[in-house]
């Protein structure tokens, strides 16, 4: 197997890591402290080709391949994780329009996604249920040539800034899983509504928002697939949903690492930098030993999902659940490493502890990994 990137690959990390150090960076710690939604970034972000990046040219895509949108989402997160948590969740509502939807959807919905005209959310999570999805009590009931949906959504990314919504509701209650549909909802539609947004720990320019139906109404044809196909487009949206999360917290642990290592060069103590004390060296080489194996793991699990018809829920989960949690080792000794200074918000390595915490929660969390993983292995 090559692990070389293509010249594609390098030259388009490139220009994502130069947007991201010229834009995002400068702006992360302000977006955080103003717990405020980065509108101006969503058409530069269209601009350089990201809001559809491997998804085809003849759906408004760039074309590229799923390693290539690893990197990408790798680069934004390493410059501002929330910005890469807008575009992980701009994917996992496009996603499942790419997997199941008609022509005419993919013309008058699918398209604009992937151009960046219009911002996904993808909403599945409700107060009773996140990974129970069998809980759901949003529903759907067919009125003539309508849909009618009642329920609420929680924890939404994009949720109030979204143009479009993928909502997933209950068409029939009585069989479970087997009862759970997909749909499209535009923004503005007669009885849709947004909750407070939520007052989060981290990625808070991320913005979440409860999504409220009250007798909302949507054209029958806002139908994804047939009734009863929602969880089995939601679980593959997820699973490949689970390598743009490996990919964030990669970029994030990139960011951690690059800052442990100048701070350590610059700080002096002893009358020497501390970068020349064994056991702070030996922190770093265990930061980036950790942080390689991640995101070559990353790499290999991403190239999956360009495998037409392979399942890849088990190495998604590998990919998630290796690199959260060592996303989670390596950024607490970027702080250790600042000491004192490394609790005070001046220094960002402050606000990457704080991001990174979510990346072993949203997309299953750690625990519902090993349970996919431990299922796969004993079936």
């Not at 103003?34 to 408004?60: C, K, Q, S, V």
Request: proline share 2%; charged share 25%; with cysteine.
């Amino acid at each position: 197997m090559n692990y070389d990137l293509t010249d594609e690959q390098l030259s388009i990390r490139k220009m994502v890591r130069e947007f991201s150090e010229e834009v995002l960076v400068p702006r992360a710690a302000e977006i955080d402290e103003e717990n405020r939604f980065p509108t101006e970034h969503i058409p530069r972000l269209a601009e350089l080709g990201l809001m559809g990046i491997a998804y085809p040219e003849e759906d408004g895509g760039v074309g590229a391949d799923s390693i290539t949108e690893a990197i990408a989402v790798e680069e934004i997160t390493r410059g501002c994780a929330a910005t890469g948590s807008i575009l992980t969740a701009h994917y996992l509502g496009i996603d499942g329009l790419y997997l199941a939807s008609n022509r005419e959807q993919r013309e008058k919905y699918l398209v604009p996604g992937c151009t960046g005209e219009n911002l996904f959310a993808f909403c599945l999570t409700e107060p009773n249920g996140g990974t129970d999805v069998s809980s759901m009590k949003t529903n759907a009931r067919l009125e003539g040539d309508e849909y009618v949906l009642n329920g609420s959504k929680i924890f939404i990314t994009n949720g109030a800034y979204a143009d479009t919504l993928v909502v997933y509701a209950k068409t029939d209650t009585s069989k479970g899983n087997k009862g759970i549909s997909a749909f499209i909802v535009e923004k503005g539609t007669p009885g849709l509504s947004y909750g407070a947004g939520d007052d989060k720990m981290g990625i808070r320019g991320a913005r979440t928002h409860e999504i409220i139906f009250e007798n909302c109404r949507i054209p029958k044809e806002n139908l994804i697939g047939k009734e009863g196909e929602g969880f089995k487009i939601a679980m593959t949206v997820v699973d490949r949903g689970r390598i743009g999360i490996a990919s964030m917290a990669v970029g994030l642990a990139q960011a951690a690492l690059d800052e442990a290592i100048a701070y350590s060069k610059e700080r002096i103590a002893f009358n020497e930098s501390i970068s020349k004390f064994q056991g702070i060296q030996w922190m770093l080489a265990e930061m980036s030993t950790e942080l390689e194996i991640g995101r070559l793991y990353t790499y290999y699990a991403a190239s999956l999902k360009d495998k037409k018809g392979y399942r890849l829920s088990k190495e998604a989960s590998i990919a998630k659940l290796f690199t959260s949690e060592a996303s989670n080792r390596i950024i607490h000794k970027a702080v250790q490493i600042h000491g004192g200074y490394g609790f005070m918000k001046e220094y960002p390595v402050e606000r990457f502890y704080r991001d990174q915490r979510i990346l072993e929660i949203f997309e299953g969390t750690s625990q519902v990994q090993k349970m996919v993983i431990s299922h796969h292995l004993l079936k």
